[in-house]
């Protein structure tokens, strides 16, 4: 295991801290070391120098392997490109502050693949899953990448750690019916293993015995080492956890664009996501930082229908799409939603200022 991935904002800004004290005494030169770009962060060109600065500072390193533009989708690409980043990566590879230059992506196929062909990128970074097979990128951005010879980091393995924990006895029933016995987890990373597409693969682990049975999976599972009948038994799963869903959505985007701005297919799946697997907690977050505009760019929540009906008349399953999105704000838009996303916002906003403030007091770097 040698590739750490961190961000700026991740454990309210203690990871790449923390990241760097672990990797002193000899540590970071046998690793390879990634962390992200937050465009949230960034309001004008000079902001990305000064972010990689103190980012380096904070992980006690001259330079990152692997440097991502954070969770892109189409309102922040647009504004970073704007901004110039493409020509900030081109500078910070040319001096030696990034090795690498990628980006993280949670936007729709069409945007995915602007972005890949706007560049010379060595990596991207996707969410994938059997259940995300269709969604954001999905598999069509993960050969789309592999094609232009691109690696591909593949992060959510296991959506949010849903994939991981306790099943519904119908799931379970069928994992039961494999010759082979393993763990949902195993499952799951497997089948992402199969694709000979994949890179790497990134998973959250909370215990030691979490890094063992991830080091034993990736080093058994290979490109096509599941049979036919397992992968059968993979769809079959797929198949019953969509039939749990409380919105039969695809992730098709036929809806979109929304005239009022809805993202519909977002609502629906992080909808889904909480009626699946019941973390609220995680659901709640979710649809503040994906569809509420914690993030910056626009919101993009249930509540902006205006009952037009185009998406339904759009829509291939033929959903009753206005009144899902009413499930949907009925769920998530409680009388708190606005105001954490304010909260959210204002955090981001005291960090970048403390965070260009620093850089600013120890001098930018030529």
């Given amino acids: 295991m040698n590739y750490f991935d961190t961000a700026m904002p991740y454990h309210m800004g203690a990871s790449e801290p923390f990241l760097g004290r672990a990797l002193s005494n000899g540590y970071r030169d046998k690793i390879k070391l990634a962390t992200k770009l937050p465009p949230w962060s960034v309001k004008a060109r000079q902001d990305m120098d000064q972010l990689l600065k103190v980012q380096l500072e904070n992980l006690k390193t001259d330079l990152t392997d692997y440097y991502l533009?954070?969770?892109?989708?189409?309102?922040?690409?647009?504004?970073?490109?704007?901004?110039?980043?493409?020509?900030?990566?081109?500078?910070?590879?040319?001096?030696?502050?990034?090795?690498?230059?990628?980006?993280?992506?949670?936007?729709?196929?069409?945007?995915?693949?602007?972005?890949?062909?706007?560049?010379?990128?060595?990596?991207?970074?996707?969410?994938?899953?059997?259940?995300?097979?269709?969604?954001?990128?999905?598999?069509?951005?993960?050969?789309?990448?592999?094609?232009?010879?691109?690696?591909?980091?593949?992060?959510?393995?296991?959506?949010?750690?849903?994939?991981?924990?306790?099943?519904?006895?119908?799931?379970?029933?069928?994992?039961?019916?494999?010759?082979?016995?393993?763990?949902?987890?195993?499952?799951?990373?497997?089948?992402?293993?199969?694709?000979?597409?994949?890179?790497?693969?990134?998973?959250?682990?909370?215990?030691?015995?979490?890094?063992?049975e991830n080091l034993r999976i990736a080093n058994e599972a290979y490109p096509g080492s599941l049979t036919d009948k397992e992968l059968a038994i993979v769809d079959r799963v797929e198949e019953t956890y969509r039939n749990l869903m409380k919105a039969g959505c695809t992730g098709c985007r036929y809806c979109m664009p929304c005239p009022a701005g809805v993202d519909i297919p977002t609502c629906f799946e992080v909808f889904n996501d909480l009626h699946m697997f019941g973390n609220s907690k995680s659901a709640k977050l979710s649809y503040l930082t994906r569809v509420g505009g914690a993030m910056g760019g626009e919101p993009a929540y249930a509540s902006l229908c205006e009952n037009c009906g185009q998406c339904e008349d759009a829509c291939p399953q033929h959903l009753p799409i206005q009144d899902l999105l009413k499930d949907v704000t009925e769920e998530f838009e409680k009388w708190w939603m606005k105001p954490a996303v304010w909260l959210v916002k204002q955090i981001f906003a005291v960090h970048r200022w403390v965070t260009l403030r620093r850089a600013r007091r120890t001098g930018t770097r030529s």
């Fill in 69 to 212: 533009v954070h969770a892109l989708e189409k309102s922040s690409w647009e504004k970073m490109k704007n901004l110039a980043v493409l020509e900030f990566l081109d500078a910070a590879r040319a001096d030696g502050r990034i090795t690498n230059a990628g980006f993280s992506f949670h936007g729709d196929k069409d945007t995915f693949k602007d972005i890949v062909d706007a560049y010379d990128w060595e990596f991207c970074q996707i969410q994938y899953n059997f259940l995300d097979r269709q969604n954001q990128a999905g598999s069509e951005g993960l050969k789309y990448a592999a094609a232009k010879d691109m690696g591909v980091i593949i992060m959510e393995p296991l959506r949010g750690g849903n994939l991981a924990g306790k099943v519904a006895p119908a799931i379970q029933a069928l994992w039961d019916e494999a010759v082979t016995e393993r763990s949902p987890v195993e499952w799951s990373l497997r089948w992402i293993w199969n694709h000979p597409e994949v890179t790497v693969v990134l998973s959250g682990m909370n215990e030691e015995a979490h890094i063992d």
